[in-house]
């Protein structure tokens, strides 16, 4: 990406790439489920998560894009020249199944919203955008997709202007964000643990490393030598990656206080449907709430699933030796394609479970919370532990290490929360 924007001249279009994905991914119908249980339940009281996870979160996705870039190899490759093959099979494992659930969760989501706006069977729908999803990710060149779908992503916006025809008090949501007032009770380190896995997500670092690692064998392949870790290539493989979670944490805060000032004020603090969800939107959307609210969910998951296969994909075929890209034709890369269809077909067989949709985003939120922790110990033990990995400022390699230490530290407090009397 770097030496591809330099060719360019710079520019913010120019490099704006794999971060900026990253980001809208990271917004999918997990995020929006929980972001709006977390205001229901809670009103402003969690909002300072969505400003302390901003540094971490970012730190987080630029040092595995750094990895990437300049190792021309993904997370799992990075982590097996690391840590034993147990350890990196036991990573591998965790983060399919995250994926796996996370994908049958956001199917789960959108056939909820399909069923919104056009009534029928929210199941039929679930597993038609399974198949959907499926060969759109076989037959189109993921650049391709999600340059067209990332556009409907921006429907979420629409959780701003909601913002602004409610009252809020402004002062009260500036306090929240910078001083916990909420006790850390069970219910609550709970929602934390969900709030800290929906943005700081590890299918986002095996994803992002590997686009980053594909534009720089690109590079190299054109100008014929290893587009190291420059001055330059950091700034904007920086740049990229902080827009991206900068927008995407502003559609979480902007979720939030809406689903506070609108649920949780009328006394619904317990989200049990799409429909209850979709309510938020109402002040601003009218009779057009549902579908909005139905074209978010759809929006983002058509962008999100793929992601979420594709990471699991990637960290399964370096794991094996195996090619692999949502670039190559399905014909070269069999065995990588094959994991792929695996991992979306079982999501959309796990639609077809009795799992309330809305429970089952929730809680996806909350395992990834759960298994980012021995993931970004891994990814932390590969930036730090080489002379060959690229030299990444002193800053960054701090932020990295304070981001897995808070996700320990939250894990860790649930676990404690979970079995003390």
Known sequence: MADETESKGGGLLGILGPGLITGAAD????????????????????????LLTLPFMAAIQIISACIGWDTHRGLTRNIARRLPAWALLGIVALLTVAN???????????GEG????????????????????????????YHRYAGYLKYLTLVLFVYVGAALTVHIP???????????STPLTHDVLLTVVALFGTTISPYLFFW????EAEESHLSWRRRHRAPRL???????????????????????????????????????????????????????????????????????????????????????AEAFHMRGSLELPANRAIGFYAIVSAATLAGAALTLTNIDPIKMLFWTAVI?????VPIMLAMMLVAASSKDEPKLPLWLVVLGWLATALMAIAVGLLAWSSFSP
Request: proline content about 4%; aromatic content about 8%.
């Open 170 to 180: 402004w002062g009260q949501v500036a306090l929240a964000m910078v001083w916990p």
């Open 208 to 211: 992002q490393a590997s686009q």
């Open 230 to 316: 420059t001055p330059r290539a950091f700034r904007h493989i920086a740049l990229d990656t902080v827009f991206g979670m900068v927008v995407s944490n502003t559609i979480a805060f902007f979720i939030i206080v809406t689903t506070a000032a609108t649920l949780h004020v009328h006394g619904i603090t317990q989200i049990n449907t799409a429909a209850q969800a979709a309510e938020a939107l109402r002040p601003i959307a009218g009779e057009l709430t549902f579908a909005l609210f139905a074209m978010g969910l759809i929006g983002t998951g058509m962008l999100a699933v793929p992601v979420l296969a594709g990471s699991a994909a990637y960290a399964v």
């Open 368 to 372: 990834n919370g759960v298994v980012a």
């Open 27 to 50: 917004d999918d119908p997990s995020g929006i489920a929980t972001y709006s249980q977390a205001g229901a339940q809670f009103g402003y009281g969690l909002l300072w998560t969505v």
């Open 114 to 141: 399909l069923k919104l706006i056009a009534g029928g069977p929210a199941l039929v729908y679930a597993s038609a955008f399974g198949i959907v999803c499926l060969v759109a990710e076989v037959l189109i060149p």
């Open 100 to 110: 796996t659930l996370n994908i049958a969760a956001d199917l789960a989501a959108m």
